[in-house]
């Protein structure tokens, strides 16, 4: 039988401030304050790992508190100021805790740690009262030989999350918070972040991506799939389509057409759903991590903002929609870091008025540059899974994670059953990978097939096509 400690790493002379909160920090603070209670915990963001053959205790622990003086977001609380407004609070001290799980004898840490890990990043965070940051370890021999860390998106996005672990493992083998200040660029902490969004040059950024935001809002179609008549609020299923051979089939489309290979998902992403919509083009609100500005680069924080995506007649030949859709990309993330308050306020002004929006309830995001890719001993050809329901979001008709793992791709759906029911959610995972497959294999000047492997992936091909066509049913569940 196992114990479970809470062993308290005290913290003092660290930065401390107060001031307004950062774009990044508002509008994940607003989207998570809209959710049911049981459903907040979907926005933290969470990785773990074994250590194999271990690590002392005390190195883990010294590496966290320096952790905690580099990055100000780890000891950073939201509270709001009374005026509808939302402050961030850096606190100079104070105590961060430390799951510690001893293992059994007859224990597996790697299992243990599976099951710790689910438990901490199952728990929502109280962001006015605590820090946004939970880390849980297993111990055996001891040796810590399993690592949690759990962070509330309010510190941290994708980007940031990777350069965290970054941190703490070049920390645990020995580097210093100097040399890691002196060998990489100092972060942006997110006070100084907040005074740049105040100052002049901020506010004409945040004008100008807002002013772009709308004109597209101003172009696209009020509505793309047509709205649920009198269905009853239902959970909302998660699909998983694994894909091993799209990684290397989207390498290829890239390559082929000199694009970047998320603008070959982002197109694929379009052309189904503008086919299951019944419309011509396709309009996407497409999550941007923002790191490409200088100050944000490598910020342990969150910067991810939304871009909206417009691309017409989005259902042409295929290669075409992927070329346009890297032109249009390019304009999306560039105007992806804005105030997303004061678009929501302007948005609510414009409507009352009778202006008419795009829809913006499809939802893309590619997390593969953001999350390290993940041990994914799963089959050697396409699956699709059904591991989860999720609490109603009121304004989305699906979501659209592309992850990735050392062995495959994959797309994580969810979606308003009433609006995409399950089989369309099949045909619409299964349509994405054929688009891209179909074009990997296909000579563009010949028309002929140039892979070596193509009878392999032709057959890949007919399974999907197959499920498609008779919905999730025949598909494997892993």
């Not at 850096?90 to 799980?101: A, K, N, R, S």
């Not at 342990?300 to 990309?329: I, K, W, Y």
């Not at 109603?392 to 050392?406: C, E, H, I, K, M």
């Not at 791709?409 to 059953?417: E, I, Q």
Request: aromatic residues 4%; charged residues 20%; contains cysteine.
């Amino acid at each position: 039988m196992t114990t479970h400690q809470l062993l308290e790493i005290a913290f003092s002379s660290g930065r401390a401030g107060s001031g307004p909160a950062t774009w990044g920090q508002r509008a994940i603070w607003d989207a998570v304050r809209q959710l049911p209670p049981a459903d907040a915990p979907r926005y933290n963001i969470a990785t773990a790992a074994p250590l194999d053959p271990g690590l002392p205790l005390p190195v883990l622990l010294t590496a966290v508190g320096q952790l905690l003086h580099l990055h100000d977001s780890l000891h950073t609380r939201l509270l709001p100021d009374g005026n509808g407004g939302l402050r961030q609070v850096v606190d100079g001290e104070g105590t961060l805790g430390i799951h510690l799980q001893p293992a059994g004898e007859h224990e597996d840490p790697a299992e243990l740690g599976a099951r710790q890990h689910e438990e901490l990043a199952a728990q929502a965070f109280d962001t006015a009262a605590q820090w946004p940051v939970r880390i849980g370890a297993v111990t055996a021999g001891g040796l810590v030989r399993h690592i949690s860390l759990v962070l509330s998106h309010t510190a941290v996005d994708g980007s940031g999350m990777s350069r965290l672990v970054a941190d703490l493992s070049a920390l645990c083998l020995g580097s210093s918070p100097e040399e890691l200040a002196e060998l990489r660029v100092p972060a942006q902490q997110p006070l100084e972040e907040a005074e740049f969004q105040a100052s002049e040059r901020g506010l004409r950024r945040d004008e100008g991506a807002r002013k772009q935001f709308v004109r597209k809002l101003r172009l696209g179609p009020p509505r793309l799939f047509p709205p649920a008549a009198g269905q009853p609020a239902a959970r909302f299923p998660n699909a998983v389509l694994r894909s091993p051979a799209l990684p290397r089939a989207v390498e290829r489309v890239a390559a082929r057409r000199r694009v970047s290979t998320g603008s070959v998902l982002l197109a694929a992403t379009a052309t189904m759903t503008a086919r299951l919509a019944g419309s011509t083009e396709a309009v996407l609100n497409v999550v941007v991590n923002n790191r490409f500005l200088p100050g944000p680069a490598t910020a342990v924080s969150v910067v991810a903002g939304d871009g909206l995506f417009h691309l017409p007649d989005a259902t042409a030949e295929f290669g075409e929609v992927v070329r346009r859709t890297h032109a249009a990309a390019i304009g999306t993330y560039r105007h992806a870091y804005y105030d997303k308050a004061a678009l929501a306020a302007e948005i609510v002004r414009l409507t009352a008025e009778g202006v008419r929006l795009a829809d913006r309830s499809c939802v893309f995001n590619d997390t593969r540059e953001l999350l390290p890719a993940t041990a994914d001993p799963g089959a050697d050809r396409t699956t699709l899974s059904w591991p989860v329901e999720f609490e109603p979001r009121p304004g989305l008709t699906y979501a659209l994670d592309v992850l990735r793992s050392a062995e495959a791709l994959s797309l994580a759906m969810t979606a308003d059953p009433a609006v995409l029911p399950r089989p369309a959610m099949g045909r619409f995972l299964y349509g994405i990978e054929e688009l891209i497959l179909t074009e990997a294999e296909t000579d563009t000047d010949t028309g002929t097939t140039t892979d070596s492997t193509t009878d392999a992936k032709a057959d890949t091909r007919t399974d999907a096509a197959t499920a498609a066509r008779t919905g999730p049913g025949t598909a494997e569940h892993a």
